[in-house]
């Protein structure tokens, strides 16, 4: 099995969206991912200005390039924000004043920034007007996803005639009270026949009763499992940092900025991902291989 995680904001100290990581730390970082069975992550980075997220992105650029683990362990990078939804529930914990509308002009600076190793980035098609920055991104071999967002049935539509072939985090950065049937999730399941659907199975972010009916309705050939983790994975309780905001994780692994409901990543392993799979929905060694490797590699093309 060749695990490929497209969600990783940070492992065991490492923190990805830190301008300042270390090569030490991102070293310890891949060298903790490699002994948990993570042969290949997505480095992720959330919303900032845009500015900031272009230095983020050179820096580990750089230091990936000096770490022949790291060019090993780090395929590429997901860019989940910053055109998201600003809306309370939908923008999550992202920091909504950094949030901005999808533009081409901005993506191209993203780009350049990772020289070529963007794989995936996170919008919400109904910001992307006349879905020019989700085409401009499919074109350039980029895969497109929809997180953070709450678009109509008839702008996912339009987003998949656009190039838009993916679903960050299903059932996550979204209000906790919905309309119970029209909702981005109802939505984004009607349509899982043209987009994959990523789930973060570790009980917090959707409970695993709801994620075995969604992987029923959504079928296994087209979900994609990933860990979202933070640099507090694998460190247990405490105050950590995720892009310079404080995070606390509770006894239970739980992340969430101090005194908000918000979830804010995760802090599961791959190890437990096949565990939770195993034991809470009762999936067998294939089973979760399509879920954590399989869907994955075909969904980035890698």
């Known amino acids: 099995m060749n695990p490929f995680d497209i969600q990783v904001n940070g492992y065991f100290g490492g923190d990805f969206t830190n301008p300042e990581i270390t090569a030490e730390e991102l070293h310890t970082t891949c060298v903790a991912l490699q002994e948990d069975g993570c042969n290949h992550i997505l480095a992720t ?20 390039e000096q770490d022949d683990l790291a060019k090993k362990i780090i395929a590429g990078f997901h860019i989940e924000g910053p055109f998201i939804n600003p809306e309370v529930g939908y923008v999550g914990a992202h920091p909504v004043d950094c949030v901005k509308p999808a533009n081409i002009e901005d993506s191209k ?4 920034a990772t020289a070529g190793l ?22 350039q071999g980029i895969t497109v996803s929809a997180g953070h967002c709450n678009p109509s049935l ?26 119970r049937h029209d909702n981005i999730i109802q939505r984004a ?25 969604y992987l029923q ?15 507090a994975a694998k460190l247990g309780p405490g105050r950590y940092q995720l892009s310079g905001m404080d995070i ?7 992340a969430r900025k101090p005194g908000s409901p918000n979830l804010a990543g995760a802090t599961i392993t791959m190890p ?21 490797d399989t869907n994955p590699h075909q969904a980035i093309g890698i």
């Open 45 to 64: 980075v959330i919303t900032d200005t845009v500015d900031a997220l272009c230095h983020k992105l050179s820096h580990l650029v750089e230091l990936r």
């Open 109 to 112: 600076r993203l780009l350049e």
């Open 118 to 139: 963007t794989k995936l980035i996170t919008l919400a098609p109904e910001l992307d007007q006349d879905m020019a920055t989700t085409r401009f991104l499919a074109e």
């Open 154 to 179: 008839d702008q996912l539509k339009a987003g998949i005639d656009a190039g838009l072939s993916m679903v960050t985090h299903v059932g996550n950065g979204c209000p906790v009270t919905m309309n």
């Open 189 to 213: 399941l009607s349509l899982s026949d043209d987009l994959w659907c990523c789930f973060i199975p570790d009980g917090a972010h959707v409970d695993f009763f709801a994620l075995k009916n």
């Open 217 to 231: 309705v959504a079928g296994i050939d087209r979900c994609i499992m990933v860990t979202d983790a933070i640099a």
């Open 248 to 254: 606390e994780v509770d006894e239970h692994g739980v």
């Open 272 to 292: 437990q991902i096949r565990e939770n799979l195993s034991q809470k929905l009762g999936l067998n060694e294939q089973q979760i291989k399509q879920l954590i």
